[in-house]
T-cell receptor
Framework: AQTVTQSQPEMSVQEAETVTLSCTYD???????LFWYKQPPSRQMILVIR??????QNATENRFSVNFQKAAKSFSLKISDSQLGDAAMYFC??????????????FGKGTRLHILP | EAGVTQFPSHSVIEKGQTVTLRCDPI?????LYWYRRVMGKEIKFLLH????????ESGMPNNRFLAERTGGTYSTLKVQPAELEDSGVYFC????????????FGDGTRLSIL
């Protein structure tokens, strides 16, 4: 069974600084997707960034980028120029690429990120 | 386009009572998923509907939980009778038909069992 581990329950970063959230996962599959979701205090979970396992290039979305190390099964999220609006719970997640018969998302426990003004 | 809507946003009931949660997916989305997060633990998958059929219900914890999606539109998740360990946040997500479609999440329903 696949598992996702986030070892940092909470983190804090000064506004405008850079922060990296860690995530490791375990799977025997070769093709899958990895995600970072953000859940602000308003509670709606939003997809921040997505990585396809077959792509070697790290995904980037504006100030958000990932460091995907497939062999090490590591998938960290880097937030550059942190803003107050980045304060949220961040979930690392995994989904098989086997298609619609098995497309449930497997989540880590989350990392609560605080932005210090 | 309206997002995934869940109702109620918060429910407080006593142990042994029944509660029904509702999810309205994005219009036209065939896939509907239920997840829940028990305090301090991971968000865990409960089940997946494709239209009105249960595609995967491997995450349903026990037979006190009943999910339905009549007509392939909105879905309900009933807990009967509720137990203390059922407290948590229940999320619904939907996605359109087709390979590799993203799941869109609702705000969740916070369920508190006293």
């Amino acid at each position: 069974a696949q598992t996702v581990t986030q070892s940092q329950p909470e983190m804090s970063v000064q506004e405008a600084e850079t922060v990296t959230l860690s995530c490791t996962y375990d799977t025997s599959e070769s093709d899958y997707y990895l995600f970072w979701y953000k859940q602000p205090p308003s509670r709606q979970m939003i997809l921040v960034i997505r990585q396809e396992a077959y792509k070697q290039q790290n995904a980037t979305e504006n100030r958000f980028s990932v460091n995907f190390q497939k062999a090490a099964k590591s998938f960290s999220l880097k937030i550059s120029d942190s803003q107050l609006g980045d304060a949220a719970m961040y979930f690392c997640a995994y989904r098989s690429a086997r298609g619609s018969r098995d497309d449930k998302i497997i989540f880590g426990k989350g990392t609560r990120l605080h932005i210090l003004p | 386009e309206a997002g995934v809507t869940q109702f109620p946003s918060h429910s407080v009931i006593e142990k042994g009572q029944t509660v029904t949660l509702r999810c309205d997916p994005i219009s036209g989305h065939d896939n509907l998923y239920w997840y829940r997060r028990v305090m301090g633990k991971e968000i865990k998958f409960l089940l997946h509907f494709v239209k009105e059929s249960k595609q995967d219900e491997s995450g349903m914890p026990n037979n006190r939980f009943l999910a339905e999606r009549t007509g392939g539109t909105y879905s309900t998740l009933k807990v009967q009778p509720a137990e203390l360990e059922d407290s948590g946040v229940y999320f619904c997500a939907s996605s359109s038909f087709g390979y590799d479609q993203p799941q869109h999440f609702g705000d969740g329903t916070r369920l508190s069992i006293l």
